[in-house]
């Protein structure tokens, strides 16, 4: 009987909100991004939300969090379930395929929750003003505020996703989540500093992490939403296309 | 002894420290790389090599590092099932605890050694041979002196993420949640040092976690420099308490 990729995704899925890791993981996502409504008086509530996003993404914490769906591969490492997969009559490119679109499945769940937390809170504590942000002059009007706030977390998941990407990449050719999620860190670490060198920018993986910064402006930069996005999709598939090029080839001995 | 040479090899034998190995030469390649591109007009070999070791501390990147190599020679114990055979060892449990710092140590010691000499190296390649720059490009004395206040200083800090993450490891038992666990608790911790003033910092080991501001002055500050390390290893004493204390309180079966 052929296994449908929905079955499939299910199926990871369930397995993967299931992990205690990730439990950990979005409890403390949450617990920092709650740190946004101490500090400086806030005017307006889309400011929490925004300040949550921005301390997530500009200390790189989030990378950190998000390289753990290295898991999704990596718990079948864990069990030694893999030759069990391979045994089963599943198409290669449907077991790794539904590991990626369960982890972008993942990072959509964990990012909205915060956003939805965050701004039910932020309206309940704050009035819904004009608001402003460092990077730009120009006020942004209440009314684009909710709109904005939603389109900057739903766009998010897309760096976070070629962060789960690259994560899961590197645990299926090392077969260790450990590497993948080290390895991951470090290359944004490195991506991060590299960024100092104009040349490379466009190309670098740090680069595309505050995609939310095009979107939350008075005038939305929707060029440069659009060129992030290209980038952003043509890494997903490239690292997609080595994994299972590495799933097909590999000797499973588990 | 016998455990520290056993600790020792197996962090030598690990893909993890080799991993921290390639990762701490491109690091330096790419931090001198990426300085190179910038205006690095009277920058010498001896400046791009605090350079390197500053960004290593102020990214928490040997952190990073001392978290995963001490995950994996504590909190592997635990995922594989080999403390039990430890415990049961004819050696006191603060001996076994001292033998992985030690050994984790070294470790850490040998990383930062590896930085110095690789952006050393690099840093004459690139820059050619030159004075020491404090902030405003002013020169500074003693450059030999001042290396060595921070890498001792940077070495002996590092103590303290080892026992803190050792504790985090005996707590969890397992190195992947250790990692995470860590990792987040010191961002959390220094996202929260924001709303705390630097009087009260100056009490944590916070303000410690790189002693260039002490080290880059005209003078350098001594008193910071000792007051700093001596509060590091009194924090990182009380998670080696905790360590054993738990350690002590563990099931064997």
């Given at each position: 009987m052929k296994i449908s990729m929905v079955h499939l995704i299910r199926t990871e899925l369930h397995k993967t909100l299931k992990m205690q890791i990730v439990r950990i993981i979005f409890v403390f996502s949450l617990a920092f991004s709650l740190l946004s409504f101490l500090g400086d008086a806030r005017t307006s509530a889309f400011s929490i939300p925004l300040s949550s996003i921005s301390n997530l993404t500009q200390t790189l914490i989030i990378v950190a969090f998000i390289s753990f769906t290295a898991y999704i591969y990596g718990v079948e490492l864990q069990a030694n379930t893999l030759k069990i997969i391979r045994s089963k009559d599943i198409s290669c490119w449907k077991v790794i395929g539904a590991k990626y679109l369960t982890a972008f499945i993942v990072?959509?769940?964990f990012i909205m929750s915060i956003w939805l937390i965050d701004i039910i809170l932020a309206v309940t504590v704050f009035p819904m003003a004009d608001f402003t942000v460092k990077y730009d002059s120009n006020i942004i009007l209440a009314r684009d505020g909710?709109?904005?706030?939603?389109?900057?977390?739903?766009?998010?998941?897309?760096?976070?996703?070629?962060?789960?990407?690259?994560?899961l990449t590197i645990t299926i050719f090392s077969?260790?989540?450990?590497?993948?999620?080290?390895?991951t860190i470090f290359i944004f670490l490195m991506s991060k500093i590299l960024e100092s060198v104009h040349a490379l920018k466009f190309l670098l993986p740090s680069y595309h992490l505050l995609i939310w910064k095009d979107i939350i402006r008075a005038q939305p930069d929707w060029y440069q939403v659009a060129a992030k996005l290209v980038v952003i999709l043509i890494y997903c598939v490239i690292l997609y296309l080595l994994s299972l090029h590495r799933y097909n080839t590999m000797e499973v001995k588990h | 002894m016998k455990y520290l040479s056993v600790e020792l090899l197996k962090i030598s034998k690990s893909i993890e420290s080799k991993i921290s190995y390639l990762f701490t030469i491109v690091m330096v390649f790419i931090i001198i790389i990426s300085f190179k591109m910038g205006d690095t007009s009277g920058v010498s070999n001896i400046d791009s090599v605090f350079l390197t070791l500053g960004n290593f501390n102020r990214y928490i990147m040997i952190y990073f590092v001392m978290i995963l190599m001490t995950s994996l020679v504590v909190a592997n114990e635990f995922n594989y099932g080999t403390y039990r055979y430890l415990m049961m060892r004819p050696v006191s449990?603060?001996?076994?605890?001292?033998?992985?710092?030690?050994?984790?140590?070294?470790?850490?010691?040998?990383?930062?050694?590896?930085?110095?000499?690789?952006?050393?190296?690099?840093?004459?390649?690139?820059?050619g041979t030159g004075v020491l720059h404090g902030e405003n490009q002013?020169?500074?004395?003693?450059?030999?002196?001042?290396?060595?206040?921070?890498?001792?200083?940077?070495?002996?800090?590092?103590?303290?993420?080892?026992?803190?993450?050792?504790?985090?490891?005996?707590?969890?038992?397992?190195?992947?949640?250790?990692?995470?666990?860590?990792?987040?608790?010191?961002?959390?911790?220094?996202?929260?040092?924001?709303?705390?003033?630097?009087?009260?910092?100056?009490?944590?080991?916070?303000?410690?976690?790189?002693?260039?501001?002490?080290?880059?002055?005209a003078s350098i500050d001594w008193s910071h420099i000792i007051f700093g390390i001596l509060i590091t290893q009194i924090y990182g004493a009380f998670f080696s308490f905790l360590s054993l204390a738990k350690l002590k309180r563990e099931d064997v079966g």
């Open positions: 990072v959509l769940i909710m709109l904005f706030v939603l389109l900057a977390f739903l766009f998010e998941a897309m760096p976070l996703f070629l962060v789960s990407c690259i994560s077969n260790s989540t450990v590497l993948g999620v080290i390895s | 449990l603060k001996q076994l605890l001292i033998n992985k710092y030690i050994a984790l140590w070294i470790f850490a010691g040998i990383i930062l050694l590896l930085t110095s000499i690789v952006s050393f190296l690099v840093g004459t390649t690139l820059f002013i020169e500074l004395s003693q450059p030999l002196l001042r290396f060595i206040i921070f890498y001792i200083g940077t070495w002996i800090n590092t103590f303290f993420i080892i026992q803190l993450t050792t504790y985090i490891s005996i707590l969890l038992k397992n190195n992947i949640n250790t990692i995470v666990v860590t990792f987040s608790a010191i961002f959390v911790v220094l996202f929260l040092t924001r709303f705390v003033s630097d009087s009260i910092l100056d009490f944590t080991p916070i303000n410690y976690i790189t002693l260039k501001p002490y080290i880059f002055n």
